[in-house]
């Protein structure tokens, strides 16, 4: 079997873009010769040693990413050779060719180059199955995001307020302000020099944020409380301010708060809550948003493949905004 190039994690900060064994497409998978591939802080935990990925997933690093269809595996239908793609991976993504289900493969949106599709799978999945499918944000609610400036955040803004609802932003510079504001977000909190709570309560004459769409954990759970409004709902979806804190139940019972943690990345394929089902509602709700222009994707930063360890770096100091993309081939 032929290898193929793909980066190999040795450490965080040495990621080697070298030969390992092939690919080839199971039973129901697509076989996608990658374009570009998205960086996610799980791939940052993931060379760390930190984020094991999933049972029977590529040990590869990378959770998105765009190409073209190389191959079908038995049983598929709906996707042939040479089809522009883009794809949701629990693993893989960082190499020359991944294997992925067919129900996590999507078409690229309409307006959207190939390279710049990798940057949506991994948000519009995280940002939907959060927001609309868990959260069921409202036209006229007041939805919270923490890291607004993140590709999480930048695609979330332009999601919520698409569906009619007003958006409360946190970040830590002003530029990065001024793009969630650009992006439709009008409630805007720098967060080392302001209480996000008082900034919300005074958005909203006291009521708090209906949604509130969190990627810290602990460091900010009890404000986070705080900041909802009655039958207020919280998805957590990070934890980059720890993993445990104190719960105050009397808060949560008072306002009747539902507080939720969720990831994607473990998911099962198939059933009412796996990949499949995100997939395809975003595909069917949030592609027509990027088709008529009313949500795009905010690309901060491309490195090529071999540079996959600067792109990390450059993800981890937060010296850019939106998604990084590794470009793999042309």
């Known amino acids: 079997m032929t290898p193929m190039l793909a980066i190999v994690a040795e450490s965080s900060d040495r990621l080697t873009w070298r030969e390992v064994p092939d690919v080839l497409p199971a039973k129901g998978e697509v076989l996608i010769r990658v374009n570009a591939a998205g960086v996610n802080r799980a791939d940052l935990l993931q060379a760390a040693g930190n984020y094991p990925p999933p049972p029977g997933a590529s040990n590869i690093l990378g959770l998105e990413v765009s190409g073209v269809v190389a191959n079908v595996g038995e049983g598929v239908t709906g996707w042939t050779v040479g089809q522009d793609v883009c794809a949701l991976l629990a693993g893989g993504g960082y190499a020359e060719y991944v294997a992925v289900p067919a129900g996590q493969v999507m078409p690229v949106p309409v307006g959207i180059s190939l390279p710049d599709a990798a940057a949506l799978p991994e948000v519009a999945c995280t940002v939907w199955s959060n927001i609309a499918m868990t959260a069921h944000l409202t036209e006229g609610e007041l939805l919270l995001i923490h890291g607004g400036a993140s590709g999480i955040g930048t695609h979330a803004i332009q999601v919520a307020t698409a569906l009619g609802s007003r958006v409360a932003v946190t970040a830590g510079s002003r530029s990065k302000l001024d793009l969630c504001r650009e992006l439709g977000a009008d409630v805007l909190i720098p967060y080392r020099d302001e209480d996000f709570v008082a900034c919300v309560n005074n958005a909203t004459d006291g009521r708090g944020a209906d949604v509130i769409l969190d990627i810290m954990g602990a460091a900010y759970l009890d404000r986070n409380l705080d900041a909802l409004a009655p039958d207020g709902r919280m ?96």
């Open 235 to 330: 998805t957590i979806i990070g934890m980059q301010g720890g993993i445990k804190a104190e719960f105050n139940i009397a808060k949560a019972v008072a306002k009747r708060l539902h507080v939720i943690g969720t990831s994607l990345r473990g998911r099962p394929v198939e059933g009412p809550h796996g990949k499949k089902a995100i997939v395809e509602a975003v595909v069917a709700s949030v592609w027509p948003m990027i088709a008529d222009g009313r949500v795009r994707p905010i690309i901060g930063a491309r490195f090529p493949i071999a540079e996959a360890a600067e792109a990390h770096r450059v993800l981890a100091a937060g010296e850019t905004f939106g998604k990084v993309l590794l470009t793999v081939s042309e």
